[in-house]
């Protein structure tokens, strides 16, 4: 079975500083590989995701993220944060067959001034 | 735009109550997926579905069962609710069936149980 693991609960960036969120999977196969961002008291919007080729991503809001298959980690960067970048950020892989997907227990960032 | 809707944001309910929750989605999407979220657990997979009147049991269904009776329609029931399925529930759906397709999520509806 997948797992994701997100070791960071909580994150504290200054407003113009780089992000590195970290996540770590478990999957026999290739995996499909996911990132989503939640604002307060919203559903879950998809930044990007990977699903094979180039293992560097782009998503929206300035987001990237990178496959090390080697390290079996897909971590999400930004080379600088915005206040409005504050909310909850979920790794997710994908497996076959009924497109299961299996979350992370989410990072949570704050942005300070 | 693409949508899924969850009818209910917040409910407040008491022990023993049957507890409808329903999903709608406007995409004509085949899978639809029930999820739980609570803090420090991230996201669970209570229940999917990947066709009408098809359901597949996800991570944690016990106490929960679900109605897929249309295809853009997807219910969880909570036959007799517990104070520990107080909970944000989230309802996704998905196009097809292979395994790299993207979820589209509703707001979710926030269950409270006394």
């Known amino acids: 079975a997948q797992s994701v693991t997100q070791p960071d609960i909580h994150i504290t960036v200054s407003e113009g500083a780089s992000l590195e969120l970290r996540c770590n999977y478990s999957y026999g196969a290739t995996p499909y590989l996911f990132w989503y961002v939640q604002s307060p008291g919203q559903g879950l919007q998809l930044l990007l995701k990977y699903f094979s080729g180039d293992t560097l991503v782009q998503g929206i809001k300035g987001f990237e993220a990178e496959f090390k298959r080697s390290q079996s980690s897909f971590n999400l960067r930004k080379p600088s944060v915005h206040w409005s970048d504050a909310a909850e950020y979920f790794c997710a892989v994908g497996a076959g067959g009924y497109q299961k997907v299996t979350f992370g227990t989410g990072t949570k960032l704050q942005v300070i001034p | 735009d693409v949508k899924v809707t969850q009818s209910s944001r917040y409910l407040v309910k008491r022990t023993g109550e049957k507890v409808f929750l329903e999903c709608v989605q406007d995409?004509?999407?085949?899978?639809m997926f029930w999820y739980r979220q609570d803090p420090g657990l991230g996201l669970r997979l209570i229940y999917f579905?990947?066709?009408?009147?098809?359901?597949e049991k996800g991570d944690i269904p016990e106490g929960y069962s679900v109605s897929r009776e249309k295809k853009e329609r997807f219910s969880l029931i909570l036959e007799s609710a517990s104070t520990n399925q107080t909970s944000m529930y989230l309802c996704?759906?998905?196009?097809?069936?292979?395994?790299?397709?993207?979820?589209?999520f509703g707001a979710g509806s926030r269950l409270t149980v006394l």
């Open positions: 579905s990947y066709d009408v009147k098809m359901k």
């Open positions: 995409m004509d999407h085949e899978n």
């Open positions: 996704a759906s998905s196009p097809s069936t292979s395994g790299a397709n993207v979820l589209t």
